[in-house]
Every structure is written in structure tokens, then in C-alpha cells.
């Protein structure tokens, strides 16, 4: 068994390479949360899986080809590695390499992991701002919070502020427990946003006619207070805005991200989503964000 798989949870941030210049940035980033939790951080790669096929010279030229890819593997692991000690000369780091597909090697890595950290795109994805296949399925299926970095900030935590989506389902409360944490360790304001639809509200059969918006407001914005309340107690020194309005979740969300240094959302919500293996909103979200973003899931 190797050495970072027998780490405690709390010892070890995972960072996934692949070759991207996105994806060393993503590394930098989880260097400095690394080094401020007093972590290892790992940084990992999965060897592509398009193997030649088994001819009879494909085979006798396999180990050729896997040494080449080992190669590159270790040649990419050893230039972030000394990219990322540059900034943190004092930073535990460890490296690693296995089959891919990705996805399923980084989580497999990050199984006693504090968290996983990754770019939103990298080689292969589609050069937009949209998130890649392989950060989906790792957020779908860690069992970690796991960061997608995007936009153009590599320093790590920053005292700009949190934002955490709240709507009071059990993934959202670990959600705000995590946002509470990350801004009170790093000095950041929080802002904690329950955005809710009238049909949400008032139920799929209400007909809004004989509705009290004053007490559905009222309901919505007591339901994230009492969100908030006792870790609110717990975390005396952060400095939280409440934002409860009627909107789309998503929408709300990013418009409240403008200039934020992460946003943090449950990887479901209530209702319907929670049968989806990531609800919209944080697909939206991590679309959509132009800062790191962390999804929680549930225990």
C-alpha cells in the first residue's frame, strides 16, 4: 500500500494533472490550500487508456509503448511538482501515476482525501467555458469535496468572499458547514444565498391566486437563517449577508459569484434532484463560474 493511501482524511489535498496548462494552475491553487490546512498534497496522473491493439506487433511493441507513456507521465508529474514547490519550498508533495480512465484514478487516489482539486478543462475538452467530462464524473462520484478551479487566480484561498448556495436539504447543510469553515479560516466574508421559485414554494398544485407572497418570502428567508444560526454562533468572526429571493438557483448563485474567490454548493437539492448524481445547479454553477467552485456531497 502506498504511502498517501494511508494517510488520514484530513492530511491529504489530491490534484489531478494532464498535461494542461489549466491543470497546473488547478495544482497551484490546491498547493496553497494544501499548505494552509498543513496537508500533503498529491499530485496524480492517469495514463491515457488508447493502447495499441493487439496485433501480434502491437503486442511485442506494448512495452515500448507503455514505457513511452510512463515516460511522459513522470515528465509532467516532475514539472508541476517543481512548479508547485517553487511557491511552497516548505510543502509536502508526493506524486503518483496509474491506468486511467482519469476520472476513476483520481477518485480512486483521493479515497482518504481531505480534497480533490482539478482544472475545469484540460487536454481533450472542449476550449470553452464549459466544464470536461473528467471533472464531471469526479465530482459525481468522490466521496470528497472536490474543487474545480477555473478563472485566473492560482495564489489559493484569498479573503475575497464565499458564496454558498443554501435550500436547506441535508448535502446543502454540509455545504454552508464547509463554507463556514474555509471562511473562517481564511478571513473571508460569507454570503449565503437561498434563491427559491413561487411553484417551489407554494407546492406543484398551488395556483399562486390565494397565495401570501409576504409569507412565503418571510418562510424562505427564515428557512436560511435557520440555516445559518448555529454555525453562525460557532464562527463568531465571519462576517455573513444573508440573500433570500425568488429566482432561478443557478442564475442567482453566479450573479452573487461576481468577484468572489469560491462558491461552494451541495452536489444536490432538494426535491427531484436528489435522484440526479449532480443536481443543475452545481452543473450550472461549475459551467458557469469564473472562480474555483467546491461541491460537497452528502456523508
Same mark, same amino acid.
Given at each position: 500500500?502506498?504511502?498517501?493511501?494511508?494517510?488520514?482524511?484530513?492530511?491529504?489535498?489530491?490534484?489531478?494533472?494532464?498535461?494542461?496548462?489549466?491543470?497546473?494552475?488547478?495544482?497551484?491553487?490546491?498547493?496553497?490550500?494544501?499548505?494552509?490546512?498543513?496537508?500533503?498534497?498529491?499530485?496524480?496522473?492517469?495514463?491515457?487508456?488508447?493502447?495499441?491493439?493487439?496485433?501480434?506487433?502491437? &503486442?511485442?511493441?506494448?512495452?515500448?509503448?507503455?514505457?513511452?507513456?510512463?515516460?511522459?507521465?513522470?515528465? &509532467?508529474?516532475?514539472?508541476?511538482?517543481?512548479?508547485?514547490?517553487?511557491?511552497?519550498?516548505?510543502?509536502? &508533495?508526493?506524486?503518483?501515476?496509474?491506468?486511467?480512465?482519469?476520472?476513476?484514478?483520481?477518485?480512486?487516489?483521493?479515497?482518504?482525501?481531505?480534497?480533490?482539486?482539478?482544472?475545469?478543462?484540460?487536454?481533450?475538452?472542449?476550449?470553452?467555458?464549459?466544464?470536461?467530462?473528467?471533472?464531471?464524473?469526479?465530482?459525481?462520484?468522490?466521496?470528497?469535496?472536490?474543487?474545480?478551479?477555473?478563472?485566473?487566480?492560482?495564489?489559493?484561498?484569498?479573503?475575497?468572499?464565499?458564496?454558498?448556495?443554501?435550500?436547506?436539504?441535508?448535502?446543502?447543510?454540509?455545504?454552508?458547514?464547509?463554507?463556514?469553515?474555509?471562511?473562517?479560516?481564511?478571513?473571508?466574508?460569507?454570503?449565503?444565498?437561498?434563491?427559491?421559485?413561487?411553484?417551489?414554494?407554494?407546492?406543484?398544485?398551488?395556483?399562486?391566486?390565494?397565495?401570501?407572497?409576504?409569507?412565503?418570502?418571510?418562510?424562505?428567508?427564515?428557512?436560511?437563517?435557520?440555516?445559518?444560526?448555529?454555525?453562525?454562533?460557532?464562527?463568531?468572526?465571519?462576517?455573513?449577508?444573508?440573500?433570500?429571493?425568488?429566482?432561478?438557483?443557478?442564475?442567482?448563485?453566479?450573479?452573487?459569484?461576481?468577484?468572489?474567490?469560491?462558491?461552494?454548493?451541495?452536489?444536490?437539492?432538494?426535491?427531484?434532484?436528489?435522484?440526479?448524481?449532480?443536481?443543475?445547479?452545481?452543473?450550472?454553477?461549475?459551467?458557469?463560474?469564473?472562480?474555483?467552485?467546491?461541491?460537497?456531497?452528502?456523508?
Amino acid at each position: 500500500m502506498s504511502a498517501h493511501s494511508e494517510r488520514r482524511r484530513q492530511d491529504l489535498v489530491v490534484a489531478g494533472l494532464d498535461g494542461s496548462d489549466t491543470s497546473v494552475s488547478a495544482a497551484q491553487w490546491a498547493a496553497s490550500l494544501a499548505d494552509a490546512w498543513d496537508a500533503t498534497l498529491l499530485l496524480t496522473y492517469a495514463l491515457p487508456r488508447d493502447i495499441p491493439l493487439y496485433t501480434p506487433a502491437a &503486442i511485442l511493441a506494448e512495452a515500448d509503448f507503455l514505457a513511452e507513456l510512463t515516460e511522459d507521465a513522470n515528465e &509532467i508529474l516532475r514539472a508541476a511538482g517543481e512548479a508547485v514547490a517553487a511557491r511552497h519550498p516548505d510543502l509536502r &508533495i508526493e506524486t503518483s501515476h496509474g491506468p486511467g480512465p482519469a476520472a476513476l484514478h483520481l477518485v480512486e487516489s483521493a479515497a482518504n482525501a481531505r480534497m480533490i482539486v482539478l482544472g475545469r478543462t484540460g487536454v481533450g475538452a472542449v476550449q470553452s467555458r464549459l466544464v470536461g467530462t473528467t471533472a464531471l464524473h469526479v465530482v459525481g462520484r468522490a466521496t470528497c469535496p472536490v474543487t474545480v478551479w477555473a478563472g485566473e487566480d492560482t495564489t489559493g484561498p484569498s479573503t475575497k468572499p464565499v458564496v454558498v448556495g443554501v435550500d436547506g436539504s441535508e448535502t446543502s447543510d454540509r455545504a454552508v458547514r464547509y463554507a463556514f469553515d474555509y471562511a473562517d479560516r481564511f478571513g473571508a466574508p460569507l454570503t449565503a444565498v437561498h434563491a427559491w421559485t413561487g411553484a417551489g414554494s407554494v407546492g406543484a398544485w398551488g395556483t399562486g391566486m390565494f397565495v401570501d407572497w409576504d409569507e412565503v418570502r418571510d418562510e424562505e428567508a427564515a428557512l436560511l437563517s435557520q440555516s445559518l444560526s448555529g454555525l453562525s454562533a460557532d464562527h463568531p468572526d465571519v462576517r455573513v449577508t444573508e440573500v433570500s429571493t425568488e429566482g432561478n438557483p443557478a442564475r442567482t448563485l453566479l450573479d452573487h459569484a461576481d468577484g468572489a474567490g469560491l462558491v461552494v454548493v451541495g452536489s444536490h437539492g432538494r426535491g427531484t434532484l436528489l435522484s440526479a448524481v449532480l443536481g443543475s445547479t452545481s452543473q450550472n454553477v461549475l459551467h458557469h463560474a469564473q472562480c474555483p467552485v467546491t461541491v460537497v456531497r452528502r456523508a
